[in-house]
């Protein structure tokens, strides 16, 4: 590990945020999202460690689900978010004992004409303004009694997802939440709406399943205010410093030149770039911390590299190392001048980089 690019995640941190996301809504079951490999996080990793207090995961594939049954993740259940996608993916979920979405009609029919030893839980998804998957409100009634009236069917939880919950000055997620109870009315089957910002953020939406991903990883679910909660940051990514050199004003740094030294500049080389997922749209100015400080990327991130003006940083030496994000600097600040969201940046971290857990 001689290039010492590491993501060090810590999953206590995981742990106590999952708690967290309980203590909103303490009666709920609280779904913890770890699809994509948890954001990037190691879904294996995550859920030994959450296995003891988690209600149950969510993740988005047959595959992500068999490797959580392989690793020993026998007794929680496991949701399949989107559902199957297959038919013959129907035995396995019987005979792992999953929990499936139903989001269209053609896994509605799969369903009911199957023959399951014992009947299936289901997730039957609504579309109230997401706009992508599930059924739309004024078909889901006919479905919801289908499901009711066949055999193959046990447990039927009534869900939605939100298409704008992190963005607390927008009506969207009222009217989602409005409309969900107005198609489902009387039925008394559990539900599950609430994803992370709406667990923090729309009290209304708390009922019998949540769905907490991002906030599992310490990242902020909302729009604006993103300092303002008590998440701790699961994933701090480090490298360390591989060149430094001055450059004299005028002299450019990086492909295609993008930076040019306004003055005489210390520019410190760091071995991280888009090739182990850190993204290749940071803009100049972007943080890192460095010796207690914080430094500011200077040109364009390259492959393997990224080059940082070292002004302000105490005493920079090759070796010392370099937090991208993590406990210093925010994932969130850093998605801001990638124009991007935490999601995307943790689940972009790519094999080259190390992973080591802390418990
Ligand atoms: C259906 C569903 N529920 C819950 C989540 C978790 O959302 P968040 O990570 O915003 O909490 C996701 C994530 O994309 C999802 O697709």
Known sequence: ????????????AIKSNYLYAKSFTPKSSAIAIIKANAYGHGAVKVANHLKECADCFGVACIEEALELRAAGITKTPILLLEGVFEEPELSLVETNKLWMVVCNSVQLDWVLKSKPKKPYTIFLKIDTGMGRLGFHADE??????ALENSINVGKIILMTHFSSADNQESNFTKNQIEKFNNTIKTNDNAQSLANSAAIMAW???HSEFTRPGIMLYGSSPFLFNKQSHDLIPAMTLETSLISIKKFKQGDEIG?????VCKEDTLIGVAAIGYG???PRGAKDGTPVYINGGIARLAGRVSMDMVTINLA???NPKIGDRVELFGLNVSVDEVANYCDTISYEIFSQITSRVYKTYLS
Do not use: F, P, Q, T
């Open 203 to 205: 009290k209304d939406s």
């Open 140 to 145: 889901s009634v006919e479905i919801i009694n």
């Open 1 to 12: 590990m001689a290039r010492n690019c590491v993501a060090s995640i810590d999953l206590n």
């Open 255 to 259: 492909y295609g030149g993008r930076y």
């Open 276 to 278: 182990d997922g850190y």
């Open 312 to 314: 302000g940083i105490d």
